[in-house]
């Protein structure tokens, strides 16, 4: 399988080179190799995860829902050992967003300052600059993935084809991001940016991508129980896809058609990622209930939120609003669409 080609950032990161540039209009993607330093920018994210995760323990601990708060197991153990005794993927109590639907008041959230600090990281922001101007907004489609070793998760369940069950646990089906987020946001230039909190290689189930994929348009997305949206393979074209194995500090930037998908994880590590996406300020976003923010304006400095704790309460005060409406689902595509049969 090919290799993706690195573009090396320079000095501090804030220059894609014009080779790097060209490499993402022409194939939909550019893998940025050591922008970020795993020990400042990554490792206080882990830690304020660390945290949600003791949080976590303590509170089925409490409940009663497990035997132990296991603040002896490090956050792998630990964390397999909660979902196999809960026979639950607790994926929710660590995302940067909400759920798709079923919003409750106290629907779990972790919007922490590292969070908060990684979304306004000064060298991503660099590079997003580059590629969609001065004016950047943080687009609220945000996950963190927590994809355990699937061998340690016997308490999770399977569905019917064998897969594990439960928010970006197992492999990730073909999708463009575009298909997952509202037409309103077709013809903007939202940009996902992908990076690895632990090695992604691999075994631990990376990204994989369609090259070039982003010049054929919004592909048919289907919709798949306990998996969600899809791209069916006949679509593909699977001479063009490349697996791109990331180490921490690696970003990936990809176009809003670039399809991507990503592998099982078949190490014994628990593979960690954000996916953030940002479009230039005024687009609109594709999940217009959700809060975003200015992350950078060239324009106007002081239109960016910087301020951590007003993001966080962005987010709960969307919780409550959501919690008392029936949320419209921000799924274009039927669930039972003939196409997709
Ligand atoms: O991390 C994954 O498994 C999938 C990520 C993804 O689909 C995205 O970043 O848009
Ligand atoms: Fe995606």
Same mark, same amino acid.
């Given at each position: ?152 998760? =016997? ?6 084809? &064998?897969? /594990? %069950? ?5 492999? !990730?089906?073909?999708?463009? @991001? ?105 687009? =609109? ?6 809060? &975003?923010? /200015? %992350? ?5 400095? !002081?239109?960016?939120?910087? @301020? ?34």
């Amino acid at each position: 399988m090919p290799k993706l080609t690195p573009a090396r950032a320079e000095g501090r990161a804030a220059k894609l080179d014009a080779a790097s540039l060209d490499h993402y209009h022409q194939h939909g993607y550019v893998l940025v190799e050591d922008l970020l330093d795993p020990a400042t920018d990554l490792d206080p994210v882990l830690a304020e995860y660390d945290q949600v995760l003791d949080d976590l323990a303590n509170e089925l601990f409490a409940q009663g829902k497990i035997a132990s708060a296991y603040a002896d197991l490090d956050f792998d153990q630990r964390l397999c050992q909660i979902y196999n005794e809960t026979g639950q993927v607790h994926a929710q109590h660590f995302d940067i967003s909400l759920p798709q639907g079923g919003t409750r008041a106290d629907s779990p959230i972790s919007v922490g300052p590292a969070a908060f600090a990684a979304l306004r990281n000064e060298k991503l922001l660099d590079i997003i600059e580059e590629i969609i101007g001065p004016e950047v907004y943080s687009n609220p489609v945000q996950h963190i993935r927590i994809k355990p070793p699937e061998q340690y998760l =016997p308490g999770i369940p399977k569905d019917h084809h &064998g897969r /594990i %069950a439960g928010f970006a646990v197992g492999a !990730t089906p073909w999708h463009q @991001d575009n298909g997952v987020v509202l037409p309103e946001a077709d013809e903007t230039d939202m940009l996902t940016v992908w990076m690895p909190l632990t090695n992604a290689f691999r075994e631990h189930g990376c990204i994989e991508v369609v090259v070039g994929s982003h010049r054929d348009g919004l592909l048919h997305h289907c919709w798949g129980e306990g998996f969600g949206l899809f791209v069916q393979d006949k679509h593909l074209a699977q001479d063009k896809i490349v697996t791109a194995e990331m180490k921490r500090g690696d970003v990936l930037f990809m176009h809003r058609l670039t399809c991507h998908s990503s592998l099982p994880n078949v190490s014994d590590k628990v593979r960690i990622s954000f996916d953030l996406r940002y479009n230039p300020t005024g687009q =609109p976003t594709g999940r217009p209930l959700f809060p &975003g923010f /200015i %992350a950078r304006s060239r324009q106007d400095p !002081t239109s960016e939120l910087r @301020d951590t704790e007003a993001w966080a309460q962005s987010w709960y005060d969307t919780r409550e609003k959501l919690s008392r409406v029936d949320v419209p689902t921000f799924n274009r595509w039927p669930s039972n669409d003939p196409v997709c049969a």
